[in-house]
T-cell receptor
């Protein structure tokens, strides 16, 4: 099915470990974003990309890296996991310049726990 | 900077009763507003959006929202809710070509 695919769905990490959250979309969307969702805080933008090879920081980028080597994939890397990074992570995409008309298409999320 | 405030963290309601989920925005310029729904263990889905034109916007699953510029509000309503409407609802405002700003969410709990 077309859409945004996130893997894994669940992950437990120890403090200090690193890992990559995967995100792939097959809709040829130019824009992709990573949000984190925390109770009572809604969704906050971590990083975003407006096309292959172009990324930029959002509101809460510290502790995370991204790259965009292809249109389809936008992985999020946690460099050294901390308990404060326990959250649900959502990847979202939209056609370039069309956020107003289409909104975001969201993946189903990755629930990350750092112990 | 754009922002939205969702006034209620949780709204309990009985099945077939009407419901209103409140959202206020802060902006003095053109504003574009969205409502998203998140069912348990799923991602967010677009319910409806206001870009311009009629202030009453109809969305999926029988939901509608009214844009009120004087009150800076964009409240979501449904005249009769079902158990299946139990979910978390997010109000969001367009901030740029790539970014939506989300509210803190309102959990709608529909009881039989």
């Amino acid at each position: 099915n077309a859409g945004v695919t996130q893997t894994p769905k669940f992950q437990v990490l120890k403090t200090g470990q690193s890992m990559t959250l995967q995100c792939a979309q097959d809709m040829n969307h130019e824009y992709m974003s990573w949000y984190r969702q925390d109770p009572g805080m809604g969704l906050r933008l971590i990083h975003y990309s407006v096309g292959a090879g172009i990324t930029d920081q959002g509101e809460v980028p510290n502790g995370y890296n991204v790259s965009r080597s292809t249109t389809e994939d936008f992985p999020l890397r946690l460099l050294s996991a901390a308990p404060s990074q326990t959250s649900v992570y959502f990847c979202a995409s939209t056609p370039g310049g069309a956020l107003l008309n289409y909104g975001y298409t969201f993946g189903s999320g990755t629930r990350l726990t750092v112990v | 900077a754009q922002s939205v405030t969702q006034l209620d963290s949780q709204v309990p309601v009985f099945e077939e009763a009407p419901v209103e989920l409140r959202c206020n925005y802060s902006s003095s310029v053109s504003v574009y507003l969205f409502w998203y729904v998140q069912y348990p263990n799923q991602g967010l889905q677009l319910l409806l959006k206001y870009l311009s034109g009629s202030t009453l916007v109809k969305g999926i699953n029988g939901f509608e929202a009214e844009f009120n510029k004087s009150q800076t509000s964009f409240h979501l309503r449904k005249p009769s809710v079902h158990i299946s409407d139990t979910a978390e609802y997010f109000c969001a405002v367009w901030d740029s070509s790539y970014k939506l700003i989300f509210g803190s969410g309102t959990r709608l709990l529909v009881r039989p």
